[in-house]
């Protein structure tokens, strides 16, 4: 795929993402730890959700660097796992994620970051 080719499937990728949201809820309201990957992280808190949030982001950025396509389409569904883990770990809805997408809407980042106040 080359940079300009358009992010297809959309649609496809919310499916797969609905599912594992009520999977990882499914498991962090039953989950069995010694079953269940996601019981096991989420009975660790957020401190372990976090640091797998930053260790699967180093390996995402390292696949975009350097690696193959399908690597990084990998490292990228580890990324997503763990951050809805991390999310569910915390308490913080998914609603609370679509809304913050929902308000950035229709604004450029460009003009977000031009009006933001200065820094001190
Ligand atoms: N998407 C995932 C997913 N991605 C990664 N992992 C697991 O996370 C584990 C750790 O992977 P790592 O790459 O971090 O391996 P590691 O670096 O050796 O791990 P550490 O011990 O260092 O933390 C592996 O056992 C992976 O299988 C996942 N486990 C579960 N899911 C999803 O969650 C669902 C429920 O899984 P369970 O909770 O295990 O039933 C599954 O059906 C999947 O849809």
Known sequence: ???????????RLAA????LAETIDARALEGDAASSWTAKLLAKGPDAAASKV?????EL????????????ASEA????Y?????LRS???????????LEKRQGTSGISEKAARPPKD
């Open 61 to 72: 950025a390292e696949a975009v660097r350097r690696e193959s396509d399908e690597r990084v």
């Open 1 to 11: 795929m080359t940079a300009k080719a358009p992010l297809a499937s959309p649609a």
């Open 16 to 19: 797969a993402l609905t599912h």
């Open 82 to 86: 763990h951050v809805f883990v991390a």
């Open 54 to 58: 930053a260790e699967e982001g180093g």
């Open 77 to 80: 569904a580890d990324v997503l």
């Open 90 to 100: 915390r308490g913080v809805a998914l609603d609370a994620v679509a809304a913050a």
